[in-house]
């Protein structure tokens, strides 16, 4: 892949870019592999999955600037002014349109761009979603809520467009504070449908204004089957799936005798989650969701049983030091861990000693960059010895 922008040296956020993508996938294997190395059992990796080397992202995180009559949509430079990236080569076909066509849509509305240095205007962000089925989650971020007709006005004008993807969901974020926030804790959804489907393969999830979705839809749907398969050989009767966020792996892992349990802080992905757990029939008996901090339903005092496995998709700063404690003195046979970052689910393991690594798998979620995902799979041992379990994994 080449970019204007990167040659130019406009945007270096790529900071791979140009460099031939079997060369990024292999060196990143490399990288976490190493990371790792100390807590494996045998050979645990398989083939890396890879992603689309362009056009792979469905979100887009636009800083506006520029004028009314002229914004710019993209980051800012090193002043605080914006720098248009209108063109980026990341986005997804859809995503692409519904980007380069914004800034008309937001000088048609007549919002005003906020201007950091000096501190006027209104109209901070604009977040987007893109789903599989053309259709987009849009948020857009204020300073105050004056401009609400504006803004209900570029949703209306966005309608108006049949080459643009389907509006689907469109709310307004406040974010008052001069400061490098993306946005605020008050949000308002302005239209019928509150969640984005996103439809991957049979299962289809919901995202809320405020859900976590991963940034490449291909990639994340290999990571979900990944994860789904490597479960199905281990045939647990329980399923704790830690950080469920809208459901991703707790759904993808429902199955007729299994009971999995969701656990996630944010009220709005459980309701999510919920939503993403419809159709799925008999799967779906054994299905629930809970709203609570993952370590702390996993160290609850009046919770008596134990899962026969646990899933965990924690933040880039990993699992803290509770929850891997308390996961090493629990028995349970066996640890499902999904990792942006290789170096703290290191740390964690590092808690953790009875466990091992028993598989693993690198999913190149954000090519062009160092960034990665992992998941593994951690089988308990005695002695250094793992149970046929893990031997028998794919």
Not at 38 to 67: M, Y
Not at 145 to 165: F, H, I, K, N, T
Not at 232 to 254: M, N, R, T
Request: neutral net charge.
């Amino acid at each position: 892949m080449r970019c204007d922008y990167f040659d130019a040296g406009t945007c270096r956020s790529c900071t791979l870019m140009g460099q031939p993508y079997a060369l990024q996938l292999a060196q990143k294997q490399r990288d976490v592999a190493g990371t790792l190395d100390t807590h494996v059992a045998a050979d645990p990796w398989l083939e890396p999955v890879p992603s689309p080397e362009s056009g792979f992202r469905n979100k887009a995180k636009l800083v506006v600037g520029g004028t009314k009559v002229a914004p710019t949509v993209g980051i800012l430079d090193a002043d605080g002014h914006g720098t248009d990236l209108r063109h980026c080569g990341l986005y997804e076909a859809g995503l692409d349109r519904a980007v380069a066509a914004l800034p008309d849509l937001l000088a048609g509305a007549g919002l005003t761009p906020y201007d950091v240095p000096s501190r006027q205007g209104e109209l901070k962000h604009v977040l987007l979603t893109h789903s599989p089925d053309d259709a987009i989650l849009a948020r857009v971020v204020l300073r105050s809520p004056g401009q609400r007709r504006r803004v209900g006005d570029l949703v209306e004008a966005w309608r108006r467009r049949p080459d643009l993807p389907r509006l689907q969901v469109a709310s307004i974020n406040l974010q008052p504070a001069h400061a490098a926030v993306l946005e605020g804790r008050r949000e308002e959804v302005l239209t019928p449908d509150t969640t984005l489907p996103m439809r991957l393969g049979e299962v289809t999830l919901h995202l809320g204004t405020r859900s976590f979705f991963q940034t490449n839809t291909t990639v994340a749907s290999a990571l979900y089957r990944q994860v789904a398969a490597w479960v199905d050989e281990l045939d647990p009767g329980s399923v704790w799936d830690l950080y469920c966020g809208v459901g991703g792996f707790a759904v993808h892992l429902a199955a007729p005798g299994r009971q999995v349990t969701g656990v996630e802080v944010s009220a709005e992905a459980v309701r999510s989650a919920g939503r993403s757990a419809e159709g799925l029939g008999p799967a779906a008996e054994g299905l629930r969701f809970v709203t609570d901090d993952a370590t702390a339903y996993a160290l609850g005092s009046a919770r008596q049983e134990r899962p026969d496995l646990v899933i965990v998709n924690p933040p880039r700063r990993g699992l803290g030091a509770r929850l891997p404690e308390w996961l090493e003195t629990s028995g349970i046979p066996h640890v499902v861990y999904s990792s942006c970052a290789a170096a703290t689910l290191s740390q964690d393991l590092e808690r953790m000693p009875s466990y091992r690594v028993t598989r693993a798998r690198l999913f190149d979620m954000f090519p062009q960059t160092r960034h990665h995902e992992v998941a593994v799979v951690l089988s308990r041992h005695a002695g250094g010895s793992l149970g046929p379990e893990a031997a028998a994994l794919p």
